[in-house]
């Protein structure tokens, strides 16, 4: 039987920040930057030409909280062409994720790794920057835009630089990559895999 394809689907946000928040952050973090921004918005089209249902988003911030507490809630600096996170490109970690209506916000601490210091120095230096989900799944097509179906798995928020143009992140995104449970396992173990299936049955019991 033919293993299925999922596409890896990335979300663009801009994320904002002031010289200011900079330093009040080194300043009352011991040296280190952390800062709270929007994540993510759901039911809303965005760069990529891609919309996610609130429904969607919400279970996935659910399930993600698990990552927090283990503090295996990591990112990269640039998006990889691949679906899982590589330890030596990690840039930063997050620390908290919540939703309030529609919109997915969050605490990011940047890391001191390599990646993580160029981060630093180009927060610093004020360069634009935008945040972005990066997951696996399906989508369909609605018109001129695309909705992400239920079997979306988000995998992490990654730093990325800002699309000088709307869907200019689209050629990268229409890879398909052929997605085992193999390939899915070095990132989700067993333990994620049964606390998303409880994170469902508690999210069932609640409607």
Known sequence: MAEPKLKLLTGWTPWEYTPDMIKESRDNNDGKIVMKGILQKSDTLNQNGRI?????????????????????ALGECDHPDS??????????????????????????????????????????AGVTLGISSRGVGSTRSEGDYQVVQDDFQLI???FVSEPSTPGAFMMQEGKDILVSRGDLDKFFT??????????DIMNWENK
């Not at 840039?91 to 601490?109: F, L, N, P, Q, Y």
């Open 52 to 72: 996610y249902p609130r429904t969607i988003l919400e279970r996935e911030v659910r399930n993600y909280q698990k990552f927090i507490k283990e503090n295996r």
């Open 156 to 158: 992490c928020w990654d």
């Open 83 to 124: 679906s899982v996170v590589e330890l030596k490109n990690v840039s930063h970690i997050i620390r908290e994720a919540w939703m309030e209506g529609d919109v997915c916000k969050g605490t990011v601490e940047l890391l001191d790794t390599p990646c993580g210091k160029i981060l630093q120095n180009l927060v610093e």
């Open 190 to 199: 067993k333990s994620d895999r049964i606390d998303r299936i409880f994170n």
